[in-house]
């Protein structure tokens, strides 16, 4: 299986290559040649299997020679030990015909850990073998950054450099971030918003001095292996509500596109997905973009769901790519006009994402009213984005069942559940004194001089 680049001219990867390099050359995506198709007997033996085994049979086409069948099953294993819940991934019946993904039960408590386990088991796997060492630099809005530290804290060959909104991710998030004691990850705060971080993070990568010199590795959803793990859980989902002989639908609470992009790939690869549903919060560009053909930024405005605060939605270049064609050339277009405020989606490819795509967006007021509203008639209690989602998905029922994604535990957010419900929501016992651990984090500029000098000096020393 190879890799090649949304933007056309970045040299063709294997799996492996691709896992370790992160952006493409030319600043586009890795993405595979082809996407592997499953037989309607194939989705079917996965019913009643593990996470685990699903997880192998579903990404072991893309892998290609970079791991032996049982390297691959002991990383998986290994990955998912330490989840909080045997399904790893368990369904919740919120109505007739709705349903909720819990991908909340990971070591960080959101649904980050089922990739970041796995690439961090697959990565460390991939430097033994080479001996290298590498520096991951990542972008966050407040979830990616804790998986990856919880993935990579204390390992002898690679750094982890962290970039965060300063001000902008919730309490529980930054602790997160910033209590671990291992001297090899670092917490940034930027003076920005999320979309700064993501931008400095392409500029070292598009900085080929620097790229080469640290060795820089990407750990955000730029890396195909993120993506690719989560396109497990759709599978796991949809089996249990009785796919392939009945299609299911997914409503995903949307920022940076990773995830509903996962989605996009399982129906790809067969599995019968009625209707793919991107929700927004009040950044809502992906929702206004399919209604209007107008993917322009407007600001990133600060909200109750902070992870979903994103303007330049990573991913959507994926989805663009195929949109065009797979025409590299025109995507690079696009993403350069995209630099200056923004571009119209050609009305081919608008189509295209219409079919493929429909999409809600919730604001603050409902965002509260529909934690308060699913908590009375069910008893679950929603974190903000995943209220993002069972709203948008209410409005998207159909004969198919719902499922929606709760991407998030809600003691991550405890501010906006106790607004909405009266009542903060207690962490798990783990992490019970995440409250009293020593915070450690250095405040940045939004100046990529400014955040190479810190990298650069701290793998110095
Ligand atoms: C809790 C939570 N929900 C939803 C999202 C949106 O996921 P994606 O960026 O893959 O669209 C994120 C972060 O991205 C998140 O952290
Ligand atoms: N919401 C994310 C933003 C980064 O997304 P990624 O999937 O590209 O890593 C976060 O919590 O950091």
């Known amino acids: 299986m190879n890799y090649i680049s949304t933007r056309g001219a970045a040299p063709v ?15 586009g ?6 996407v592997p198709v499953m037989g309607k007997d194939e989705i079917a033996a996965l019913a009643g299997q593990s996470y685990e085994e699903i997880a192998f049979r579903v990404m072991r086409p893309y892998l ?24 790893r991934a368990p369904l919740v019946q919120l109505g007739p015909n709705h349903f909720l993904l819990e991908l909340f039960h990971g070591p960080t408590l959101a649904f980050k850990d089922f990739a970041m386990q796995l690439i961090g088991q697959m990565m460390q796997a991939a430097l033994v073998k080479s001996g290298e060492r590498i520096t991951i630099v990542g972008a966050t809005s407040g979830d990616t950054g804790s998986a990856a530290m919880e993935a990579f804290r204390g390992l002898a060959n690679v750094d982890v450099f962290i970039l965060f909104p300063h001000g902008r991710v919730s309490e529980v998030q930054r602790r ?33 001095a620097f790229r080469d010199g640290v060795r820089l590795a990407g750990v955000n959803s730029i890396n195909w292996a993120r993506v690719l793990a989560q396109v497990v859980y759709y599978f796991s989902a949809a089996v249990s509500l ?34 793919l549903v991107i929700a927004t919060n009040q950044n809502d560009i992906l929702d206004r973009a399919m209604k209007s053909g107008a993917y322009r930024t407007d600001g990133v405005r600060p909200s109750i ?50 079919a493929t795509f429909a999409s809600g967006r919730c604001s603050e007021e409902e965002t509260v009213a529909t934690i308060r509203a699913t908590h009375a008639a069910t008893g679950e209690v929603l974190c903000p984005h995943s209220a ?28 906006a559940v106790e607004g909405a419900m009266g009542t903060r929501p207690a962490l798990p016992a783990r992490m019970a004194d995440l409250f009293d651990r020593p915070e450690r984090m250095t405040r940045v500029a939004n100046d ?14």
């Open 13 to 27: 990867l294997s799996f492996g290559e691709a896992m370790m390099t992160g952006l493409a050359r030319d600043g």
């Open 29 to 34: 995506l890795y993405v595979p040649e082809a």
């Open 64 to 87: 290609g020679g970079t791991f032996t069948d049982d390297e691959f099953r002991g990383l998986i294993a290994k990955a998912y030990a330490g989840f909080g819940h045997a399904a």
């Open 176 to 208: 997160q971030m910033t209590t671990p004691s291992e001297a090899n990850v670092h917490a940034l705060a930027v003076d920005g918003d999320f979309d700064d971080c993501q931008a400095r993070v392409k500029d070292m990568f598009n900085d080929f």
């Open 242 to 275: 009785g796919a392939p002989h009945r299609a299911v639908s997914f409503t995903v609470p949307t920022g940076n596109f990773g995830d509903i992009f996962a989605g996009y790939i399982a129906r790809r690869m067969g599995l019968p997905i009625e209707k």
């Open 305 to 354: 769901s902070p992870s979903m605060d994103i303007q330049v939605s990573s991913n959507f270049e994926r989805a663009l790519f195929d949109a065009y064609g797979r025409d590299g050339a025109a995507v690079a277009q696009l993403m350069a006009e995209l630099k200056a405020g923004g571009f119209a989606i050609s009305q081919g490819a608008l189509e295209m994402l219409r």
């Open 388 to 415: 993002v989602g069972v709203k948008v998905a209410e409005e998207n029922l159909g004969v198919a069942p719902m499922v929606t994604l709760a991407t998030a535990h809600p003691a991550k957010f405890p501010d």
């Open 448 to 461: 990529l001089a400014a955040l190479q000098a810190i990298v650069r000096e701290r793998i110095a020393r």
